[in-house]
């Protein structure tokens, strides 16, 4: 059973083109999550129009394992779109974590989006890890950059995170911040099952598969699910990790991220927002 003080869940926010997917990169190849002769630019942006513009549309959540003071943590990344249109995408995988990394190029400073996020994410009580990006470009201004951030969040000057995303200095120091400042998630280990369903697509050879963050009990493959809002039935046919690809496991936990396949014939049965539980807790209308 994976203990919850080693689990951290988190997601990157920033405004679109301040490094937000090149830091998830790093994150991965860090704590060998990826093969380096598997790793890619932009590698949790999985869609052609992400490769092709440099944009993150889709949330994707990925899990990492991480040594910290000779404990080993289960760290859950979930990369946000940067662009405006996409702030609902952010509101939602901003329910499914503790703590965001605020990304900010330090070339450019504080951005527009970068507040939508950041009210966001303080409207959604999570502990903020400021880092500034891009430091190794000509251009960079560190100290006016660094200024913004402290009236921005009123943090100190030294919780300000100096990295450059694209040669992997500093990135260290963000790993070991998400271990120390954001807080372990809180649930009912031994509760009634209960996961959060944060995103949800429909997969031609597969069904509707659930992005979820499981904040009581388990979910195990094969058992029969209740969607309790829109008081759907189906059947968890298969759980797991996501690596950033599908791993699979017997067990989902509390506090964990993951993916649920379903039976489902629609995503209508399983909105975002909606929590997922158990069969065995509901009679059928």
Same mark, same amino acid.
């Given at each position: 059973?994976? /203990? ?15 490094? #937000? ?14 093969? &380096? ?5 932009? *590698?949790?942006?999985?869609?052609? $129009? =992400? ?10 959540? !990925?899990?990492? #394992?991480?040594?910290?003071? @000779? ?5 859950? *990344?979930?990369?946000?779109? +940067? ?70 969040? +009123? ?5 300000? *995170? ?12 963000? *790993?070991?911040? !998400?271990? =120390? ?8 280990? @031994? %509760? ?6 944060? /995103? ?31 008081? %759907?039935?189906? $059947? ?10 599908? &791993?699979? &496991? =017997? ?13 489902? #014939? ?6 975002? %927002? ?8 509901? #009679?059928?209308?």
């Amino acid at each position: 059973m994976t /203990d919850l003080n080693h689990i951290r869940n988190f997601c990157i926010i920033a405004h679109i083109d301040h490094g #937000k997917s090149t830091l998830a990169d790093r994150l991965m190849e860090q704590t060998a999550t990826v093969d &380096k002769r598997q790793m890619k630019s932009q *590698l949790l942006d999985s869609m052609e $129009l =992400e490769q092709e513009r440099g944009i993150t549309i889709k949330l994707t959540p !990925v899990t990492m #394992k991480y040594r910290h003071n @000779d404990a080993e943590y289960m760290l859950n *990344l979930i990369d946000t779109p +940067g662009h405006v249109d996409f702030s609902y995408e952010v509101s939602r995988s901003l329910a499914a974590c503790e703590g965001a990394i605020l990304i900010v190029d330090a070339s450019q400073g504080v951005q527009a989006q970068t507040l939508a996020n950041i009210y966001l994410a303080l409207e959604a009580d999570l502990k903020i890890i400021p880092v500034l990006n891009k430091i190794d470009l000509p251009a960079a201004d560190v100290p006016k950059a660094s200024r913004e951030i402290i009236e921005l969040l +009123g943090c100190d000057e030294s919780e300000i *995170l100096k990295v450059s995303a694209k040669t992997g200095e500093g990135v260290e120091a963000v *790993l070991q911040a !998400v271990v =120390e400042r954001i807080p372990a998630p809180q649930g009912e280990v @031994d %509760g009634p099952t209960r996961a959060l369903i944060f /995103d949800s697509y429909y997969d031609d050879y597969r069904g509707v598969v659930l992005y979820v963050r499981v904040v009581d009990g388990q979910l195990n493959k094969s058992d029969a699910i209740y969607m309790m809002a829109t008081k %759907g039935y189906g $059947l968890a046919l298969e759980v797991g990790t996501l690596t950033p690809h599908m &791993k699979p &496991k =017997e067990q989902l936990e509390t506090g964990e991220i993951g993916y649920i396949v379903t039976n489902l #014939k629609t995503t209508r049965e399983a909105r975002v %927002g909606d929590t997922v539980t158990l069969k065995k807790y509901f #009679k059928k209308d």
